[in-house]
């Protein structure tokens, strides 16, 4: 076996490590790791809820969040929501949402969310919901958002600061 | 025949000037904010989320109330002002009692009656879902300078719409606004100066 071949078989390895690991939990070997996603309970009837998470990128090269999935919602969007002057505006973000290398992408209230439209169930406070998020470069993650009461705050269940 | 119609000149520079100062007088008037004008609020009826129709001004009448404009579709401003505002009717205690913030709906179209209803159970009972007929839901909110928009998204679309509470005095006045960025403290601080005055 020439050098050169063992050389890029090794490539290869490493190049599949990652893809291997993703297919089982977390992805630790992604270059995008995902912590503390929750979302938030929803009253009685409502058709919307939405998710919130801290996207980091480990890796050398920028990412972009280009999709959501869940079981519990018949359609996930990703979504910008600001405040001008005592005026909430929300937008559903086309191109996705970019996630810079070396970066983090926060998603909380009163800002960018994952948002969950025509819910087959409510959210109940206590329940996780099971969910797959879809990266441009680091492909399709597994996410599991913990779901915290109404009222609940960024930072509620944890420190991240 | 010169005097006289030097006399004639006169009179006709004297109505000229007349008319100007009229149209002047009128202008100004026009200008002015006339008293519609100038009120913000004021009474307003409505189809409230237990199906009846509900004259807001008449069913407040000599207490304080308070209007928020939002909507049941709204994944997170909406259920967190109901719950901080639920939370801060609870605090403000045995004064809040009979304080009733109306929750104005600005998607009429998906907003009925019994789903305001179901939406608000998860609150504090003194939330009180309204709705009616497009029309009806602009003119309360022109009424109240709230402002709402139809935003396409997707999958079908969303809502623009004024996040701040709207605080009125038990003759109906303007007292004020709960704004979503206020501390809790500020909001019970202004909630209790209005509950007394």
């Not at chain 1, 919307?48 to 079981?71: F, H």
């Not at chain 2, 008449?58 to 109901?82: L, N, Q, S, W």
Request: hydrophobic fraction near 45%.
């Amino acid at each position: 076996m020439s050098t050169r071949l063992r050389a890029a078989l090794t490539g290869l390895l490493i190049a599949a490590a990652p893809l291997a690991a993703t297919a089982q939990t977390a992805a630790p070997a992604s270059s995008i790791a995902l912590t503390q996603p929750w979302a938030r309970a929803t009253p009685p009837g409502a058709k919307v809820g939405a998710g919130y998470l801290v996207i980091e990128n480990r890796g050398a090269a920028p990412d972009r969040l280009l999709a959501a999935r869940t079981p519990v919602a018949n359609v996930v969007e990703i979504h910008e929501m600001a405040m001008e002057g005592g005026t909430m505006r929300m937008r559903a973000l086309g191109n996705g949402l970019p996630v810079a290398a070396g970066g983090r992408a926060e998603l909380k209230p009163g800002g960018y969310h994952i948002m969950f439209i025509d819910l087959k169930q409510p959210l109940k406070a206590g329940d996780s919901i099971a969910g797959e998020l879809v990266f441009e470069k680091a492909g399709t993650l597994p996410v599991k958002f913990m779901v915290m009461p109404i009222g609940a705050t960024p930072g509620a269940g944890h420190q991240h600061h | 025949m010169a005097p006289s119609s030097n006399v004639l000149r006169l009179i006709r520079w004297s109505a000229w000037g007349l008319v100007g100062l009229l149209a002047a007088v009128s202008l100004y008037l026009t200008l002015q904010p006339g008293p519609t004008q100038a009120v913000l609020g004021g009474p307003f009826t409505l189809t409230s989320m237990t199906g009846e129709r509900r004259n807001v001004g008449e069913a407040e009448k000599g207490r304080p109330y308070a209007v928020f404009f939002g909507f049941t579709h709204c994944p997170d401003i909406c259920p967190t002002a109901m719950y901080e505002t639920s939370q801060l009717l609870e605090k403000a205690g045995e004064a809040a009692k009979d304080f009733r913030v109306y929750f104005v709906s600005v998607d009429p179209e998906r907003d009925t009656a019994e789903q305001l209803k179901l939406y608000l159970s998860a609150f504090d009972p003194r939330l009180i879902g309204m709705t009616g007929t497009p029309e009806e839901i602009a003119a309360v909110a022109r009424q109240h300078r709230a402002f709402y928009r139809k935003v396409p998204t997707p999958s079908g679309y969303t809502m623009d719409h004024t996040a701040t509470i709207l605080l009125f005095d038990r003759k109906g006045a303007f007292f004020g606004t709960l704004d979503p960025k206020e501390s809790q403290d500020a909001q019970l601080a202004k909630l209790t100066r209005l509950l007394r005055s």
